[in-house]
């Protein structure tokens, strides 16, 4: 049997600022050739979360249930943050995932179980974002699929960086692994994240991304990676907005001195100072940035 391994597609009907092309239109384009490939090869698409950028986009709803219902490819997937409705496991049947599963065109696992049409007994074990991995003790063949942020490289301030040892146990755990949530692509042996399908953020990572995915023969345990077919970054990314924000005037040492005073002036309201303490830590564009201080004046000269 066959697997197709492909994390955080984030197919969105809503062009965000860095695109500069028909954002839903390429999304589809990368699912077609995904399920064309399943389609001819045979195999059963496993997916990270983070199917859809966005919760509820019934203009994307519309295509994919098309699309996928005309190609018939099982596809097996769990839930991103942003496939929860208001980040809520409550009111997810009315999300675009729930209706595609009630349509039967895919299946969003919840509990562990075992793969269909395969003679070898192999068992995925899914993790929902916002859920914990536990090791299971049964012998069997063992797929985890999480959403989860693991990943050797540090992709965020305060990010724990998964070590070598980590991964090291992660493989000797797993006969499989594939990730979501962190949007970079590794294979450090069976454990396995593709980066993101849909390069929606003019980051200097997605400057450079290809998007693939992988395919897994449980039959060889071997696996080979397939680049999907993709326009050059700098013939679909914008990075106008970006220099906007570099010509701002505010800068990290700026933010943290301000941070510091407000803490000073909030010292007796734990949950503002906690506060302060989050924002000062956020790696944000220097525009927010500018609203912030504004803010942070304001406050400081009301409590004169």
Known sequence: MKLLLISDLHLTSIT?????????????????????????HNCTILESGDFCDKSRDWNLLYELHDMLGYYGVP????????????????????????????????????QPGYLPQ?????????????????????????ILLAHIPISPIKVYPGQKVTTTKQLTKLNEAWD???????????????????????????????????????????????LIRKIIPHKPADEVLDIAHIKIDSESNYDEDKINELAEAMQQTFKDDPQKKK??????????????????????????????
């Open 75 to 110: 596809i097996l997937t769990i839930q991103g943050q942003h496939d929860y409705y208001y980040r809520s496991k409550l009111g997810n049947n009315a999300s675009t995932m729930g209706i595609l599963q009630k349509a039967g065109l895919v299946t969003i696992l919840l």
């Open 176 to 222: 499989l692994v594939l990730l979501g949530d962190i949007h970079r692509h590794f294979c450090y042996g069976n454990v396995i994240n593709t980066g993101p399908m849909m390069r929606l953020e003019a980051t200097e990572y997605n400057m450079t991304h290809k998007p693939s995915f992988y395919v897994y023969d449980t039959t060889t345990r071997t």
């Open 16 to 40: 965000p600022v860095a695109r500069k092309d028909n954002v839903l239109k390429t999304g589809l384009e990368k699912l077609k050739y995904v399920l064309q490939y399943g389609q001819k």
């Open 275 to 304: 506060l302060i303490e989050i924002l000062a830590k956020k790696k944000v564009s220097k525009s927010v940035r500018k609203i912030i201080i504004d803010v942070f004046n304001e406050v400081q000269d009301k409590t004169k």
């Open 118 to 142: 395969t003679m070898q007994k192999w068992k995925i074990y899914p993790v929902n974002w916002g859920e914990d991995v536990t090791i299971p003790k049964d012998n069997g063949n063992k």
